[in-house]
């Protein structure tokens, strides 16, 4: 594109553009949550299913499915700001635990098992606690598909600090879901 051009097409409209059509985002953003707080739940955007947030189940903050245990790309920064603009479905590829840092040997302590959600749109990677309610069948066969995940998305994972639980911790993983 040359100067000239660029200067007629006026860089400041395109801001203005884009600006606009976020801020309509956010606006139906801001109702669709208004209307997930009212109804007290929300519709699963891959399964279809209702997934009710009970406060009292301790759900509250559930992000994810209580069925196939997909998500949504709807947070940014951290969980819960909503500011994301991909809204994209975010699919369950792995479990991981999480770290809780050193106990006073330096031991690493590994705390509660995390679902790895990585997003079909755009493919940010996070990690999600397992809820209390998540069907822990359907957690033991997301674990299985993980083993035969390509080695270019094993390598990410490890290089953003999520590590994948092994084939030697199923049998921990096994015990802290289905209790002894
Ligand atoms: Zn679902
Ligand atoms: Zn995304």
């Known amino acids: 594109m040359s100067e000239k051009f660029a200067d007629e097409v006026g860089e400041d409209d395109t801001v203005g553009f884009w600006k606009q059509s976020r801020k309509d985002k956010r606006r139906i953003f801001d109702m669709k949550r208004q209307k997930e707080k009212?109804?007290?739940?929300?519709?699963?955007?891959?399964?279809?299913?209702?997934?009710?947030?009970?406060q009292e189940m301790?759900?509250?903050h559930r992000n994810h499915c209580n069925?196939?245990?997909?998500?949504?790309?709807?947070?940014?920064?951290?969980?819960?700001?909503?500011?994301?603009?991909?809204q994209a479905g975010m699919e369950p590829i792995g479990i991981t635990l999480k770290h809780e840092g050193l106990d006073k040997?330096?031991?690493?302590?590994?705390?509660?098992?995390?679902l790895v959600h990585r997003c079909t749109g755009c493919d940010k990677c996070v990690i999600n606690r397992v809820?209390?309610?998540?069907?822990?069948?359907?957690?033991v066969s997301i674990f299985d598909k993980s083993q035969v995940?390509?080695?270019d998305i094993k390598d990410r994972l490890q290089k953003e600090g999520i590590d994948l639980i092994t084939t030697d911790q199923r049998p921990m993983v096994q015990e802290r879901l289905y209790g002894k």
Request: glycine share 12%.
């Open 38 to 54: 009212l109804g007290g739940g929300f519709k699963c955007s891959h399964c279809a299913t209702f997934v009710p947030i009970n």
């Open 58 to 60: 301790g759900t509250a």
């Open 67 to 86: 069925q196939c245990l997909w998500s949504k790309h709807v947070d940014e920064k951290t969980s819960g700001d909503r500011q994301s603009i991909c």
């Open 105 to 114: 040997y330096g031991h690493e302590k590994l705390g509660d098992v995390m």
């Open 131 to 139: 809820a209390a309610d998540d069907p822990s069948d359907t957690i």
């Open 149 to 151: 995940l390509p080695q």
